[in-house]
């Protein structure tokens, strides 16, 4: 018998479209041959419409994006939404959104209240692997390699913005990355090499979030590393990314065919050792489950640095995780059936939880 698959994607988010063509991608990879798939879209202003069942994958972006003539829901009435009293129930949701209210613990509380299986990070692993300040201070307990940095809000800054220049400077090198705490896919990042531009770097990043994360710039090799599976992970091939641009910004991800993906990345098997250890560590101590991208620094000595992790990296055509996938033996078809089993077997075990 056929699973009934939610896809829910877009969001009121500023990777929005990001998200949408996540969800292109995997309609265009899903078998349906196994699943009655239903495809949830989220408006920029946070409004649901469910569209019709899809027979065959979509071929535009376009076709994602449903009018009011559809399944409609306010936010305050999500529940009757997902858990039609006259309709099969979902047997799991795939969570296709990126940054706020999507990959930050939100919508996974949502579904866990409504105990719908979903694909996936929990709550906990959700939210603190997108404050990238929270997931730095758990990296440190326990005990993983990173970059120098300094992080504040944006009252202390508009109270205290020469200290806490004065505070990076003595605590940091040039250059320096300014990113919001939380948000993903490089929105809002800014590279500073001096004193003016690391005002503005900030003004951009405040635009973005209250909480902003400040950081050493090291020169080094950008390497990622796929992690698959729940309490027993597994690790990917590694791969390197070689931008154009400074950094790996947004453009260089979504936009720009010119950015080079080396997989496997040519590293040494010991630095490999060292990122697979560090992978699994930083997975474990976020009490990841699913899937997660875990983000280096490989320097020219052989020093790793774990930058971060995402826990709801891209499935564009041109995202790493997938594509680390491939080349570990994983069809992107195939990951997905993964993820989706995965989700099931977790949903199953919580359901052995006794509550009184």
Same mark, same amino acid.
């Given at each position: 018998?056929?699973?009934?698959?939610?896809?829910?994607?877009?969001?009121?988010?500023?990777?929005?479209?990001?998200?949408?063509?996540?969800?292109?991608?995997?309609?265009?990879?899903?078998?349906?041959?196994?699943?009655?798939?239903?495809?949830?879209?989220?408006?920029?202003?946070?409004?649901?419409?469910?569209?019709?069942?899809?027979?065959?994958?979509?071929?535009?972006?376009? =076709? %994602?994006?449903?009018?009011? +003539?559809? &399944?409609?829901?306010?936010?305050?009435? *999500?529940?009757?939404?997902?858990? @039609?009293?006259?309709?099969?129930?979902?047997?799991?949701?795939?969570?296709?959104?990126?940054?706020?209210?999507?990959?930050?613990?939100?919508?996974?509380?949502?579904?866990?209240?409504?105990?719908?299986?979903?694909?996936?990070?929990?709550?906990?692993?959700?939210?603190?692997?997108?404050?990238?300040?929270?997931?730095?201070?758990?990296?440190?307990?326990?005990?993983?390699?990173?970059?120098?940095?300094?992080?504040?809000?944006?009252?202390?800054?508009?109270?205290?913005?020469?200290?806490?220049?004065?505070?990076?400077?003595?605590?940091?090198?040039?250059?320096?990355?300014?990113?919001?705490?939380?948000?993903?896919?490089?929105?809002?990042?800014?590279?500073?090499?001096?004193?003016?531009?690391?005002?503005?770097?900030? =003004? %951009?990043?405040?635009?973005? +979030?209250? &909480?902003?994360?400040?950081?050493?710039? *090291?020169?080094?090799?950008?390497? @990622?590393?796929?992690?698959?599976?729940?309490?027993?992970?597994?690790?990917?091939?590694?791969?390197?990314?070689?931008?154009?641009?400074?950094?790996?910004?947004?453009?260089?991800?979504?936009?720009?065919?010119?950015?080079?993906?080396?997989?496997?990345?040519?590293?040494?098997?010991?630095?490999?050792?060292?990122?697979?250890?560090?992978?699994?560590?930083?997975?474990?101590?976020?009490?990841?489950?699913?899937?997660?991208?875990?983000?280096?620094?490989?320097?020219?000595?052989?020093?790793?640095?774990?930058?971060?992790?995402?826990?709801?990296?891209?499935?564009?055509?041109?995202?790493?995780?997938?594509?680390?996938?491939?080349?570990?033996?994983?069809?992107?078809?195939?990951?997905?059936?993964?993820?989706?089993?995965?989700?099931?077997?977790?949903?199953?075990?919580?359901?052995?939880?006794?509550?009184?």
């Amino acid at each position: 018998m056929k699973k009934k698959l939610g896809l829910l994607y877009g969001g009121k988010s500023a990777e929005h479209d990001v998200s949408l063509s996540t969800a292109k991608a995997v309609i265009q990879a899903l078998h349906f041959d196994k699943y009655d798939v239903f495809p949830i879209f989220i408006t920029r202003e946070g409004e649901w419409r469910r569209g019709e069942q899809l027979s065959v994958p979509v071929e535009s972006i376009e =076709e %994602l994006q449903f009018g009011k +003539d559809v &399944k409609v829901s306010k936010p305050n009435d *999500i529940s009757s939404f997902l858990l @039609e009293e006259n309709e099969k129930p979902f047997d799991v949701i795939f969570p296709l959104l990126h940054g706020t209210n999507g990959e930050d613990g939100t919508v996974q509380g949502l579904l866990e209240a409504l105990n719908l299986p979903y694909v996936g990070n929990g709550v906990l692993a959700s939210a603190a692997g997108m404050d990238k300040v929270v997931m730095k201070q758990l990296f440190e307990i326990a005990g993983l390699n990173q970059v120098p940095y300094v992080y504040f809000i944006r009252s202390e800054w508009k109270k205290n913005q020469d200290a806490l220049i004065a505070k990076m400077e003595e605590n940091l090198t040039w250059p320096m990355f300014v990113k919001p705490a939380n948000l993903g896919s490089s929105v809002g990042i800014s590279k500073a090499t001096n004193h003016e531009e690391l005002i503005k770097a900030v =003004e %951009l990043a405040l635009k973005y +979030d209250r &909480k902003i994360v400040v950081e050493t710039g *090291i020169i080094a090799r950008e390497v @990622e590393m796929g992690v698959l599976g729940n309490d027993e992970p597994k690790v990917s091939v590694p791969g390197e990314i070689k931008p154009v641009t400074d950094f790996y910004d947004y453009d260089s991800k979504y936009n720009d065919d010119k950015t080079d993906l080396l997989i496997p990345a040519p590293v040494t098997e010991k630095v490999i050792e060292k990122m697979s250890d560090m992978a699994i560590r930083a997975f474990k101590i976020l009490d990841c489950s699913g899937l997660v991208r875990s983000d280096f620094f490989v320097t020219a000595e052989d020093e790793v640095y774990i930058n971060e992790v995402n826990t709801m990296p891209g499935f564009t055509p041109v995202s790493m995780y997938p594509i680390l996938w491939q080349n570990t033996g994983l069809a992107y078809g195939d990951l997905i059936e993964e993820l989706i089993t995965l989700a099931i077997e977790r949903h199953a075990e919580k359901q052995q939880l006794q509550y009184q």
